[in-house]
Each structure stands twice: as structure tokens, then as C-alpha cells.
């Protein structure tokens, strides 16, 4: 099992900043891949950003050049940096959590970013 906390949401400007953290409740070093969705009202949840055990990091192409994300493996802690944020990027965020191992898929209860003036 692994409990996933997200925080970090809430509302910028567009061309904003704001940078979303995600707390494992085990090493991440026993997880296989991590990642950020997201889900817009009426849309299906996407995948933004991913980061596997090693390090090699995947993006939508929508965000390639303006999101991070980024392990923190002392904290258990995934982070995601976003950048000049779009209101197109308003959605709620949701952490992933892939170990093969066990088979798991486990979700956070997601974070609300909203990007508007």
C-alpha cells in the first residue's frame, strides 16, 4: 500500500507559478514510476508529468518547457513545478503511484489548480 498527500494547489494569474508536492508514505526507491494527472470538468484525466525510480522523466506535450517534475527522495516527495501557467491548465491534479511489484496503482485525493485573472 501507499498513501499519496498532495498539496499546493490554488489560484494564479496566468504566466504564474506554483509548485505542487506529493508525499509518499514509503520510500520511493520501492515504487516504479510516479506521476501527475490531471482532470478538467468534462475532460478525461491526463497524464502531465511522469518520473520513473531512476530518474528518466516523461510530459504531455502541452507542458514540455514549462513543467518540472522532480524527486526528493530523502522527503518521499514528488514535486511538480509548473511555469507560465495557462488558464488551460486549470484542472485538478492528481499524484500516481505505480509499483509493479505488488501489482498497485494507487491515487492522491487530488489538488485544485486554477489559473485565471
Known amino acids: 500500500q501507499v498513501q499519496l498527500v498532495e498539496s499546493g494547489g490554488g489560484l494564479v494569474e496566468p504566466g504564474g507559478s506554483l509548485r505542487l508536492s506529493c508525499a509518499a508514505s514509503r520510500s520511493i526507491f520501492s515504487i516504479n514510476l510516479m506521476g501527475w494527472y490531471r482532470q478538467a470538468p468534462g475532460r478525461q484525466r491526463e497524464l502531465v508529468a511522469a518520473?520513473?525510480?531512476?530518474?528518466?522523466?516523461n510530459y504531455a506535450d502541452s507542458v514540455k518547457g514549462r513543467f518540472t517534475i522532480s524527486i526528493d527522495n530523502a522527503k518521499n516527495t514528488v514535486y511538480l513545478q509548473m511555469n507560465s501557467l495557462k488558464p488551460d491548465d486549470t484542472a485538478v491534479y492528481y499524484c500516481?503511484?505505480?509499483?509493479?511489484?505488488?501489482?498497485?496503482?494507487?491515487w492522491g485525493q487530488g489538488t485544485q489548480v486554477t489559473v485565471s485573472s
Open positions: 518520473i520513473t525510480s531512476g530518474g528518466s522523466t
Open positions: 500516481n503511484a505505480l509499483v509493479i511489484a505488488e501489482p498497485g496503482n494507487y
